[in-house]
């Protein structure tokens, strides 16, 4: 089999990526939320032009998925009329801007990631990956979660972390923005096809002491489904949110907007739990564990197919199972307790690794896989 392509830059809603189903189109929104129009209107467009499903992506973006090449100029300019297309190409390709879940409005998160978004035609040139985070919670949320710039908050206050380094540079509001520009400025004078990514040229090249210094904050624990000070959380197991079920549940629950998570949740903000059987409404729930991408015949790479086995895996894995359709492991990036990787119809199993790792044993049929113990 040969190896799987790695593509090196996501989709957007200028420029789709072309799937086995049709064309992927990725829609950003601004500080992680969409307002109850925009949401209500985005489940139409994904039944009215995709496949009927909205994918909630690991860096907190929204995919419509089999969309025909010839609908793909209609769809921009509805997601124009709800305001949730960059009228500029460049712009959509540099906001990849991560936002706790967790901020009030107008606070210091909101504060410093709108004026991110406001300047990113300041930024170098950088490659298409290459992603911020604001993160000045009491507490960290985004360590997990891809970004090569961080605004973290430590016991001295405000500071800007390159991420790979352990500690970050003190900075003040007012500055904290000039100084990002100026950090991916030196990153963009160093970097080569092999270290596109901050931890990488962190790895290999001594970061300037200016750099460096101010510890950050604490590091807060994973949000579970349930009721927040904000709304409610509900789990989109895979990260599917299937349209219909979504707009039903924004209306039921009185919600007044989206927020959206790289975690596979979704915040109603301003609502109230309502039953969704096709969420995930329990901390608990093996599902929200569970990784898979979308696999066979919705990836032209995926040697298997993917999300049925995962669902009935679920309860029979424990720790993290990861099922992937491919050695890409588009799905997780991080190790899982189990990961079933797919080849030929079949799966390779790895214990305590990644898709691409070696694995233990090759060539089990989903039949087989239901028959093995896991623990």
């Known amino acids: 089999m040969s190896a799987p392509i790695v593509q090196g830059w996501c989709p957007g809603a200028h420029r789709p990526m072309m799937s086995g189903d049709g064309l992927v189109v990725r829609v950003r929104p601004r500080l992680a939320r969409l307002t109850k129009t925009q949401a209500l209107g985005l489940c139409e467009l994904a039944a009215r032009?995709?496949?009927?499903?909205?994918?909630?992506?690991?860096?907190?973006?929204?995919?419509?998925?089999?969309?025909?090449?010839?609908?793909?100029?209609?769809?921009?300019?509805?997601?124009?009329?709800?305001?949730?297309?960059?009228?500029?190409?460049?712009?959509?390709?540099?906001?990849?801007?991560?936002?706790?879940?967790?901020?009030?409005?107008?606070?210091?998160?909101?504060?410093?990631?709108?004026?991110?978004?406001?300047?990113?035609?300041?930024?170098?040139?950088?490659?298409?990956?290459?992603?911020?985070?604001?993160?000045?919670?009491?507490?960290?949320?985004?360590?997990?979660?891809?970004?090569?710039?961080?605004?973290?908050?430590?016991?001295?206050?405000l500071i800007l972390r390159a991420d790979g380094a352990d500690s970050g540079r003190r900075v003040s509001e007012a500055e904290a923005i000039d100084q990002l520009l100026a950090l991916a400025r030196w990153f963009a004078d160093i970097y080569t096809h092999d270290t596109r990514r901050m931890s990488r040229v962190v790895a290999e090249h001594d970061l300037p002491s200016d750099w460096q210094g101010s510890k950050p904050g604490p590091?807060?624990?994973?949000?579970?489904?349930?009721?927040?000070?904000?709304?409610?959380?509900?789990?989109?197991?895979?990260?599917?949110?299937?349209?219909?079920?979504?707009?039903?549940?924004?209306?039921?629950?009185?919600?007044?907007?989206?927020?959206?998570?790289?975690?596979?949740?979704?915040?109603?903000?301003?609502?109230?739990?309502?039953?969704?059987?096709?969420?995930?409404?329990?901390?608990?729930?093996?599902?929200?564990?569970?990784?898979?991408?979308?696999g066979a015949p919705f990836c032209p790479q995926a040697q298997a197919e993917t999300r049925e086995i995962a669902r009935a895996l679920a309860a029979r894995v424990p720790g993290t199972l990861h099922v992937s359709g491919c050695a890409k492991g588009c799905a997780r990036m991080a190790s899982a307790d189990i990961t079933l990787v797919g080849e030929n119809g079949r799966f390779d199993l790895v214990k305590q690794g990644r898709a691409g790792d070696e694995p233990s044993q090759r060539g089990l049929s989903p039949e087989t896989l239901l028959t093995m113990d896991f623990t």
Not at 126 to 149: H, M, N, Q, W, Y
Request: net charge negative.
């Open 49 to 157: 032009f995709g496949n009927g499903t909205i994918d909630l992506t690991n860096r907190a973006n929204l995919q419509l998925r089999g969309v025909a090449e010839g609908d793909h100029q209609p769809l921009l300019a509805e997601l124009a009329a709800l305001n949730l297309l960059d009228p500029e190409p460049g712009i959509e390709i540099r906001r990849n801007v991560l936002v706790s879940p967790l901020y009030q409005t107008g606070d210091l998160t909101a504060r410093l990631a709108q004026e991110l978004i406001d300047r990113l035609a300041e930024l170098p040139a950088l490659p298409a990956k290459f992603g911020f985070a604001v993160d000045t919670g009491s507490e960290r949320l985004l360590t997990g979660d891809s970004a090569d710039i961080r605004l973290e908050c430590g016991p001295d206050g």
């Open 219 to 294: 590091v807060g624990k994973l949000l579970p489904p349930g009721t927040c000070d904000l709304g409610v959380f509900y789990g989109a197991a895979f990260g599917q949110l299937p349209a219909r079920a979504l707009q039903n549940l924004i209306q039921n629950s009185g919600a007044s907007a989206l927020r959206v998570t790289p975690w596979r949740l979704i915040l109603l903000e301003g609502g109230f739990f309502v039953p969704a059987p096709e969420f995930v409404a329990s901390g608990t729930d093996p599902l929200m564990t569970t990784d898979a991408c979308p």
